[in-house]
């Protein structure tokens, strides 16, 4: 049986928020919205345009430091969630369930300092964290880590945030703090910067057309299971820690200075 989603965006909404905080409200559409068809399954939009592999996001690197194995693993094979009402439901109520219980805190209230993703806990998270979440919860509920990828997206007034795509074969729908429903990715006042590879979760390729390369063959990609190559580097370069000063416990990087873009990360 196949499905049809019916989405509004409340573009007007978001153009007024900043930073990486959420509305008062936050909601989402019901798998009501599924209406049966009679055909084969249809895209609601066509899938964004990926390009060459470029650098992770700083604060991400960090991430991985202190928890790889949610870096770790990968596919050769990568293939869509097939959509049902079911799954439609489960990506509505993770992300529903994240911004209304999750604290929305920046990293400098938190840490102080810019650009600190982690797992958010009792005293909440940023707009990285709260997308990290989505995609852990929605993990435990037996969906396929290459389809949900961090993404990094420019608001209209030039802010970084981040976002969590989820690849669909109904198309690619984002789980966003700043909005109550999940939209097709088309239909975001957002310019697309870059995301999480599906075939190795700690690759990020670029989707900012302005600065396009197309992907070839020349980027090869490491095999399965095998260490993030900035990972195995800074274990060759501190074997016995395999952690810089600092980086290993969150509350630490207060004391570090950083001058890095918040959540930006795009160059």
């Known amino acids: 049986m196949v499905w049809r989603i019916r989405l509004a965006v409340m573009a007007a909404t978001m153009a007024i928020l900043t930073g990486c905080q959420s509305p008062d409200y936050v909601g989402s559409i019901s798998s009501s919205a599924f209406v049966p068809q009679d055909s084969g399954v249809k895209l609601i939009a066509a899938n964004m345009q990926t390009y060459q592999q470029v650098a992770p996001p700083f604060g991400y690197i960090g991430f991985c430091v202190r928890n790889p194995d949610e870096c770790a693993g990968g596919t050769d094979t990568p293939r869509p969630a097939a959509m049902s009402p079911e799954k439609w439901l489960e990506l509505t109520q993770v ?76 198309g690619e729908f984002v789980l966003d703090n700043k909005n109550w429903e999940v939209a097709i990715w088309s239909d975001t006042p957002y310019q697309w910067i870059k995301r999480q590879s599906e075939e190795r979760p700690y690759i990020w390729v670029n989707l900012d057309a302005k600065a396009a390369r197309i992907a070839s063959a020349s980027q090869p990609l490491p095999p399965v299971g095998e260490k993030a190559p900035f990972l195995a580097a800074l274990e060759k370069k501190s074997p016995e820690t395999a952690l810089r000063p600092g980086i290993e416990e969150g509350r630490t990087a207060a004391t570090m200075a950083s001058k890095e873009e918040p959540t930006a990360a795009i160059h």
């Open 95 to 170: 992300n529903d369930y994240v911004n209304r219980n999750v604290r929305q805190v920046e990293d400098y209230d938190l840490y102080g300092r810019a650009e600190w993703w982690a797992f958010p806990d009792e005293r909440g998270g940023d707009c990285e964290d709260l997308a990290l979440e989505k995609r852990r919860l929605l993990i435990k509920r037996g969906w396929a880590p290459e389809n949900l990828l961090v993404s990094v997206v420019r608001e209209w007034n030039g802010d970084g945030h981040a976002v969590l795509l989820v690849k669909t074969d109904r």
